[in-house]
């Protein structure tokens, strides 16, 4: 889950300051809530108009969700969603990302003990089958590239002949 931009909260900000203005313009400051009920609709105004705008990073892709179902893939900058009826579940990094590995540890042909370290360097080139194709990514990439790992290091220590 991404934290909401500063812009979503500068936009609720003037809407209820607006709201509260023109609520005091022109019924005054009421102990009644039936003055004031303007002051609550704007801040449930303000409150969807909030949730509706997002914005992306530059590295990130943003997957839109509508009622479930795959709507887009938000490019960087402002856009805006339908609160409730739209989600972004997935904030997709497509800068290159680092992981490393425990030491493999296996023997040679003559006993000798190997211990072997691994770093894993990786970037998300299709964010959509990424984020809807796999269900945990990150780890299904870790899983693979120690499987690879394991595989490689089984070659060369034990070649067959």
Known sequence: ?????????????????????LTYATNG??????NNWPIVATVIIAFI???A?????QWDRAVVLRLGRFQ???????FFIIPIIDTVPYW???????SSFKAERTLTKDTVPVNV??????KVVDPMKAALGVADY????????????RDVIGKTIFPTC
């Open 138 to 149: 990150q780890t299904a990439i870790s899983w693979a590239a120690q499987t690879a790992l």
């Open 29 to 34: 400051i009421s102990a009644s809530w039936g």
């Open 72 to 78: 887009a893939l938000r490019r960087p900058g402002l």
């Open 92 to 98: 997709i990094d497509t800068r290159v990302i680092t």
């Open 53 to 57: 705008i997002k914005v992306a990073n």
């Open 49 to 51: 108009v909030a949730n």
């Open 117 to 122: 370290d691994a770093v894993l360097f990786w």
């Open 1 to 21: 889950m991404k934290p909401a931009s500063s812009l979503a909260a500068l936009a609720f900000v003037v809407i209820v300051i607006v709201g509260v203005a």
